[in-house]
């Protein structure tokens, strides 16, 4: 799709907010700048080259000009146009603190450098949370203009002293929570966003503009280096260093990972280049990441779709577009797959309660569906873009968005934040005071409501949180309103029975209730370990396959009241030859009863394409029986059970010679008959191959 930006928000919103005041340009006069020979020459040299870059206005550029404008500073560092130029520059870039002294230095040098210099100093001001100042500065540079700027500036100026008046509220009423970098095995001097988890593995995946850029070229309209995907692993306590993602992930171009699917076989990505942006998939198969392919149904003509997020039974996506039909310039939309699961729908916008008449940007949707944070630079911000979460109603409508909260949030820009599964920590991408030179990322940790402590009178550095409480952080009252997932894991490894080699295997889960296929993953071939996220309240049927080997399938209960369960599946698949034997757990009959429910059609058409692949085998389907009741009628209900199997399978095209019932009743138990789990294993049908 042919866009004007050549990358998605990695670049528009790390270039300061765009409000109606454009930053004049001081020009640096070489009369007011020369105060002696010494040095002036090499100095003026730095003032023009600064100068050509900061007229780029590009956020690279800014950096560029900065470097120039600073070492000219050394030679004389009473310059008010050039304090102005410096200041900017470090407002345009990720230095607040630094941006308010060469500010402050130029207005108290020569007061009006600019017409300008009273919204950028309060600019400066708001940025380093002195909300009370900066409102104060926005109000005596609105009463300072002419009339028709006053008009055409009115909504701005509102604007920022509305976002300071939220700072002071926020500040006022903090989240308790600790925000703590990632350290330095992720965070470089250069931007570090978009943080992307496969929390089951510790695997972070994330982006950045570094160096060392597949390509090695800057972007031309940012001038920074070109986007690459990273990866880090979290051993011994700490983010390992970095990776590059190798090709075909990472090309010569902007290359942006922004989602994972729940059980880490599918990465989705953005990719920029020269004015087309658009949003890829790539699977992981065969222990590589395959080619990434686009998703055109999401992707739209001249339109810009870039963050974006899926729910984790992978049948809604949200995300961000231009699209037309929003309530401003970028909204957030969704889109539901088929019935089918075959393809996305026309995509509807979430409508104006969620989406503001000014930017909204990276969104990420909760485990449970229920919740989606977003970024947004409009409803109660203070000051960039901060990250706001609204819950979807029973209807399908969605709440108020509510800001998260200061220390979370802070004047600057704040995005791409995300939830553990289990909703105690948040990461997202910030450029704190702390950060290593620009956007960094960051793990919030959520203390949950606090409790009264009683304090004895001896040392304090007795309490355990004398050692643990941050220094950078201030009294912390109320906790943010965090919703409790419920979410399972099923995982486990599928191999060979005889061998023990881990096998490619792929794994369907259907909902038992609805006959509905819920979720189709597939086992890693160097490892043959799955995972697979799962509600709870559900009866699922789980089926393991792979080429030449007899299927398995297993049968189990996640209860509505489980939070968080982890339920462990190893599956052996046995190879197709005589003597394979498999226990058809998804075949249900009523209690003393042989007529088939139709939940078991799936497993037992499973079991017809294997016989109508392998036309030579012979099967024996075989019924058996718990102890209870005469071991007559025991021994006739199995052989009705097993019958009624083979009458269904007949029906589906199979040859007769190719499949025999026999009915075993209680005579071969798998367990004892005293409890209740021992008999429901001994209530079973089986298939075994007799010839092949």
């Not at 002071?168 to 978009?194: H, Q």
């Not at 706001?388 to 820009?413: A, M, R, S």
Request: hydrophobic content about 35%.
């Amino acid at each position: 799709m042919n866009i004007k930006l050549y990358i998605i928000i990695f670049a528009s919103i790390f270039l300061y907010n765009q409000h109606a005041v454009a930053q004049e340009f001081a020009k640096v006069k070489k009369d007011n700048y020369k105060i002696e020979e010494s040095g002036f020459k090499e100095a003026w040299k730095h003032v023009k080259k600064g100068s050509k870059l900061y007229r780029i206005n590009k956020k690279g550029a800014y950096y560029e000009a900065l470097e120039h404008f600073l070492t000219a500073n050394n030679y004389n560092k009473d310059n008010a146009a050039l304090n102005y130029l410096i200041g900017i520059s470090y407002l345009k870039t990720t230095k607040p603190s630094e941006a308010l002294k060469f500010l402050e230095n130029a207005n108290f040098i020569y007061g009006y450098v600019t017409k300008d210099i009273l919204f950028w100093l309060a600019k400066a001001k708001q940025q380093n949370y002195k909300f009370n100042e900066a409102i104060k500065d926005y109000e005596d540079y609105f009463n300072s203009l002419p009339a028709k700027e006053m008009q055409r500036q009115k909504a701005t100026i509102d604007k920022c002293i509305e976002e300071c008046e939220t700072g002071i509220k926020l500040m006022n009423n903090p989240v308790r929570c600790f925000v703590d970098n990632l350290g330095e095995g992720v965070n470089t001097s250069a931007p570090e966003y978009s943080p992307v988890f496969f929390f089951e593995d510790s695997v972070l995946y994330f982006t950045s503009r570094r160096e060392n850029t597949t390509g090695g070229k800057k972007n031309p309209y940012s001038r920074m280096y070109y986007e690459d995907a990273y990866i880090s692993n979290f051993k011994n306590g700490k983010w390992q260093d970095a990776e590059q993602m190798e090709m075909p992930i990472n090309t010569k171009h902007n290359d942006a990972v922004v989602d994972i699917s729940p059980e880490g076989r599918e990465l989705c990505i953005y990719r920029g280049h020269k004015g087309e942006g658009d949003l890829f998939n790539s699977q992981f198969k065969k222990d590589y990441w395959e080619k990434p392919g686009k998703m055109k149904r999401i992707n739209k003509g001249k339109y810009r779709e870039s963050s974006v997020s899926v729910t984790k039974d992978s049948m809604t996506i949200y995300f961000i577009s231009d699209r037309n039909g929003g309530q401003g310039r970028q909204d957030i939309w969704m889109s539901q797959k088929t019935i089918d699961g075959s393809k996305w729908q026309k995509p509807l916008n979430l409508g104006y309660v969620v989406n503001s008449k000014y930017d909204e940007e990276t969104v990420e949707i909760s485990s449970d569906a229920k919740n989606l944070y977003f970024s947004s630079k409009g409803h109660n911000t203070i000051g960039g873009y901060d990250v706001f979460v609204t819950h979807k109603n029973d209807d399908g409508t969605w709440t108020e968005p509510k800001n998260i909260g200061y220390p979370i949030n802070t004047p600057g820009d704040d995005v791409f934040f995300m939830l553990t599964p289990n909703e105690k920590f948040g990461y997202y991408s910030s450029d704190r005071a702390d950060s290593f030179g620009d956007k960094d990322l960051y793990q919030v940790v959520f203390l949950g409501p606090e409790k009264p402590t009683h304090v004895s009178e001896g040392n304090p550095n007795d309490l355990i949180a004398y050692f643990t409480e941050p220094t950078n952080e201030s009294d912390i009252e109320k906790p943010v309103n965090i919703q409790v997932i419920q979410l399972s894991l099923v995982k486990g490894i599928v191999t060979d029975a005889y061998s023990g080699s881990p096998i490619k295997a792929s794994l369907e889960l259907v909902d038992n209730a609805t006959g509905e296929l819920v979720k189709i993953v597939e086992s890693y071939a160097s490892t043959g370990a799955y995972t697979v996220p799962l509600p709870p309240g559900k009866d699922y049927a789980l089926t393991a396959g792979a080429p030449d080997y007899f299927f398995h399938s297993e049968n189990f209960v996640i209860s509505d009241t489980s939070i968080h369960e982890v339920i462990r599946k190893d599956i052996q698949l046995q190879p197709m030859g005589v003597g394979a034997k498999i226990v058809l757990n998804n075949v249900f009959f009523d209690s003393g009863k042989a007529i088939l429910r139709p939940e078991s059609y799936a497993e037992l058409n499973r079991l017809t394409q294997i016989l109508v692949k392998y036309k030579n085998i012979r099967v024996e389907i075989s019924g058996h029986t718990d102890s209870q009741g005469s071991e007559i009628s025991n021994q006739s209900l199995s052989q009705r059970r097993a019958q009624s199997v083979v009458d269904y399978i007949l029906t589906q095209g199979v040859n007769l010679a190719q499949i025999v019932a026999v009915g075993y009743g209680e005579s071969q138990p798998r367990a004892d008959n005293v409890t209740a789990s021992g008999r429901q294993l001994n209530r079973r049908v089986e298939a075994k191959i007799l010839e092949k």
